[in-house]
């Protein structure tokens, strides 16, 4: 007994044996379809499907199926759905009078083949031949590839032999053709696994290889513009914010680049370092005269990938130095802005200084207009009572007043600022 499982342990655990090589006794003939395929097709795919298992009393797969194999009248049909494509493979025992003359695709209804939804992005005949024990010669090999030049090797230890010429041939399809010494069936449907997912793995990597042929002109015009502006920050002799609004302006179009390219970038690199595996496991040895499958790649895949990667890591690193320079420019524009500042607050200290000393006297003119009032306020009310009869002296009591008047008059003055400024005080 144990505790109970985690929610995706059975489906995790089932996962590394999901898709296992379909087993083949030889000879054999073998066609393979990677289509890609969007989200949205997802259910006419299915429906595709259903419509040729229906046609010979087959059940179709479940709607939430990734792989599927049935036998369709004398073909063995398997189906996997990956990521971004699908795979089907046809299986047909026997072999025909000539290799290649009659594919296992043949023996499918031509109108359901065509209607796969989906572009075709990899297709390639498979044809096993039991019973070899040599190598066949240069003009045999020739006559089965057109008269191409021919890549192979020893596989499985000794077990079988491969040719193919990696090339499309009149009808769409590539070729592959194995020549059987002691394969056992596992051997043989992993051989075919194999020779199948180098074929739609290099393509799907390869679908890369035009948008880096696309991008790499424009690449070195960005490359030209950024040096340009580099050399406009370093001499400071600039529109700093022109020179800010043009590297802006190419930060935007080279993430535009990145954004429309990383994913494929990306699978270009995953889907490369599975045709290296797969060629790996095929245990290669070399025969007279032939350019192992291996060394093909090596001269003609992997530039292509190369080509891909130095795209994307040009794209990655022009996003890196533009960034820098973007950061370096706007340093120097804020620190410019700072100093326009601090000038600015200077010059409002100078003019608050001078408002004041205005203020003060304004202030000071005030309390002389003030006095000069209240004092002849004094007068009058004085000269008004010795009228009366009083015995009193005006002008002398306009004198004492004077002064006392001033005194409130500043109280009064300096109160008013006091209470104003506790009033502006946050």
Same mark, same amino acid.
């Given at each position: 007994?144990?505790?109970?499982?985690?929610?995706?342990?059975?489906?995790?655990?089932?996962?590394?044996?999901?898709?296992?090589?379909?087993?083949?006794?030889?000879?054999?003939?073998?066609?393979?379809?990677?289509?890609?395929?969007?989200?949205?097709?997802?259910?006419?795919?299915?429906?595709?499907?259903?419509?040729?298992?229906?046609?010979?009393?087959?059940?179709?797969?479940?709607?939430?199926?990734?792989?599927?194999?049935?036998?369709?009248?004398?073909?063995?049909?398997?189906?996997?759905?990956?990521?971004?494509?699908?795979?089907?493979?046809?299986?047909?025992?026997?072999?025909?009078?000539?290799?290649?003359?009659?594919?296992?695709?043949?023996?499918?209804?031509?109108?359901?083949?065509?209607?796969?939804?989906?572009?075709?992005?990899?297709?390639?005949?498979?044809?096993? =031949?039991?019973?070899?024990?040599?190598?066949?010669?240069?003009?045999?090999?020739?006559?089965?590839?057109?008269?191409?030049?021919?890549?192979?090797?020893?596989?499985?230890?000794?077990?079988?032999?491969?040719?193919?010429?990696?090339?499309?041939?009149?009808?769409?399809?590539?070729?592959? =053709?194995?020549?059987?010494?002691?394969?056992?069936?596992?051997?043989?449907?992993?051989?075919?696994?194999?020779?199948?997912?180098?074929?739609?793995?290099?393509?799907?990597?390869?679908?890369?290889?035009?948008?880096?042929?696309?991008?790499?002109?424009?690449?070195?015009?960005?490359?030209?513009?950024?040096?340009?502006?580099?050399?406009?920050?370093?001499?400071?002799?600039?529109?700093?914010?022109? =020179?800010?609004?043009?590297?802006?302006?190419?930060?935007?179009?080279?993430?535009?680049?990145?954004?429309?390219?990383?994913?494929?970038?990306?699978?270009?690199?995953?889907?490369?370092?599975?045709?290296?595996?797969?060629?790996?496991?095929?245990?290669?040895?070399?025969?007279?005269?032939?350019?192992?499958?291996?060394?093909?790649?090596?001269?003609?895949?992997?530039?292509?990938?190369?080509?891909?990667?130095?795209?994307?890591?040009?794209?990655?690193?022009?996003?890196?130095?533009?960034?820098?320079?973007?950061?370096?420019?706007?340093?120097?524009?804020?620190?410019?802005?700072?100093?326009?500042?601090?000038?600015?607050?200077?010059?409002?200290?100078?003019?608050?200084?001078?408002?004041?000393?205005?203020?003060?006297?304004?202030?000071?003119?005030?309390?002389?207009?003030?006095?000069?009032?209240?004092?002849?306020?004094?007068?009058?009310?004085?000269?008004?009572?010795?009228?009366?009869?009083?015995?009193?002296?005006?002008?002398?009591?306009?004198?004492?007043?004077?002064?006392?008047?001033?005194?409130?008059?500043?109280?009064?003055?300096?109160?008013?600022?006091?209470?104003?400024?506790?009033?502006?005080?946050?």
């Amino acid at each position: 007994m144990f505790p109970p499982n985690h929610p995706e342990r059975l489906a995790l655990a089932d996962e590394v044996h999901a898709r296992p090589p379909e087993p083949v006794s030889t000879p054999a003939r073998a066609s393979y379809i990677a289509v890609l395929i969007d989200a949205d097709d997802r259910a006419r795919e299915q429906a595709h499907l259903a419509w040729l298992c229906h046609r010979h009393g087959v059940m179709p797969p479940a709607a939430e199926a990734t792989h599927f194999r049935a036998d369709i009248g004398a073909v063995r049909l398997k189906w996997e759905r990956h990521g971004e494509f699908s795979g089907y493979l046809f299986i047909v025992a026997g072999a025909a009078e000539q290799p290649f003359a009659a594919p296992a695709a043949a023996s499918l209804p031509a109108a359901w083949l065509t209607d796969i939804p989906g572009p075709t992005v990899a297709a390639v005949h498979v044809e096993f =031949l039991a019973g070899a024990t040599e190598p066949p010669d240069t003009a045999a090999l020739a006559e089965h590839f057109g008269g191409h030049a021919v890549a192979g090797s020893c596989i499985a230890d000794g077990a079988a032999s491969v040719y193919t010429d990696f090339r499309i041939h009149d009808d769409g399809y590539s070729r592959h =053709l194995v020549f059987d010494r002691q394969l056992t069936q596992g051997q043989a449907g992993r051989t075919l696994q194999r020779l199948t997912e180098i074929e739609a793995y290099r393509m799907l990597a390869l679908l890369a290889l035009p948008i880096a042929r696309r991008q790499t002109p424009r690449l070195l015009q960005i490359e030209r513009e950024l040096a340009t502006l580099t050399d406009g920050i370093a001499l400071g002799g600039g529109d700093d914010e022109h =020179l800010l609004q043009e590297l802006t302006r190419l930060a935007a179009e080279i993430e535009s680049g990145v954004a429309a390219s990383q994913f494929r970038f990306g699978a270009c690199k995953a889907y490369n370092e599975l045709v290296m595996r797969r060629i790996a496991e095929l245990r290669e040895s070399r025969l007279p005269g032939v350019q192992t499958i291996e060394e093909f790649m090596a001269r003609r895949f992997t530039p292509a990938v190369a080509t891909c990667n130095t795209a994307s890591q040009r794209l990655v690193g022009l996003s890196e130095r533009v960034a820098r320079a973007s950061n370096l420019l706007s340093t120097r524009v804020d620190i410019a802005r700072e100093r326009q500042n601090q000038a600015l607050l200077s010059s409002m200290n100078r003019r608050a200084k001078l408002q004041l000393r205005l203020q003060q006297t304004v202030e000071g003119l005030s309390v002389a207009a003030i006095v000069y009032y209240l004092a002849g306020l004094v007068g009058y009310v004085t000269k008004g009572l010795k009228a009366g009869g009083l015995k009193l002296e005006p002008d002398l009591l306009v004198g004492i007043a004077v002064p006392a008047l001033a005194a409130l008059a500043i109280l009064a003055v300096r109160r008013a600022r006091r209470h104003a400024a506790e009033e502006t005080t946050p």
